[in-house]
């Protein structure tokens, strides 16, 4: 008796051991799904097809500043609250020809409309050399989704722009708030196009990852 006490009581342990291995190899899936903590990093695309308002742009009191001299600038600084006629935000999709010479549209994914999905509030600062054509531009952004978008929470953006006269460059990155709690999102300029509105856009083109799968 006490034998097969001792056999019952090996194969016991034996038994809780391969428990505990099977458990510490296997992630916590259900315990994060319930929390709603961790979510998995997967990345897709990110495009953006901004149609900003120069012309709209409220200058910031003491703005715009010249050096040395307002009657002979050679560098202007400025600060603007930043307007926009039109913004699309697309997750997943991608910027393909439409067929139409130069006319460029969004394909797939998910897009969110200015106005209808999201409000957006900026300030650019800006540096510009006259005698040269550089100019150098800062831009601090957010995106805050309405309710028909089906998100509650936030784009916090920012972008620098670089280049010389009509030509630049352009990098952007942000992070997520709300439900988008741990989305990253980086792009770049993608250059100047005629959307599908046959109107002239700027697109930022790039990934975003961690975009919660239950919008997609």
């Not at 505990?20 to 259900?30: E, F, I, Q, R, S």
């Not at 540096?127 to 957010?142: A, E, I, P």
């Not at 989305?183 to 083109?205: F, M, P, Q, R, S």
């Amino acid at each position: 008796m006490r034998e097969l006490n001792r056999k019952v009581l090996v194969t016991a342990v034996i038994v809780l051991a391969v428990a505990m291995l099977a458990m510490l190899a296997t992630p916590l899936v259900g315990t994060a799904q319930a929390c709603g903590y961790r979510r998995r990093r997967i990345c897709t695309t990110y495009i953006a097809v901004v149609k900003p308002n120069l012309l709209a742009a409220t200058p910031f009191p003491g703005y715009p500043k010249y050096r040395p001299s307002e009657d002979n600038p050679k560098i202007v600084f400025n600060k603007c609250t930043e307007v926009m006629v039109g913004y699309k935000v697309n997750i997943g999709g991608e910027l393909v020809d439409s067929g139409i010479p130069g006319v460029y549209k969004i394909d797939g994914g998910t897009t969110y409309v200015l106005g209808t999905d999201f409000t957006y509030e900026g300030t650019w600062w800006s540096v510009t050399y006259v005698d040269t054509g550089y100019w150098y531009w800062s831009v601090r952004y957010t995106i805050t989704f309405l309710t028909a978008s089906g998100i509650d929470g936030t784009l916090e953006m920012y972008a620098i722009l670089w280049g010389q006269d009509l030509t630049g460059n352009g990098r952007m990155h942000g992070y997520g708030t709300g439900d988008l709690r741990g989305v990253v999102v980086k792009a770049t300029l993608d250059g100047v196009v005629w959307d599908e509105d046959y109107e002239l856009a700027i697109t930022h083109v790039g990934t975003v990852c961690g975009w919660p799968t239950w919008l997609q």
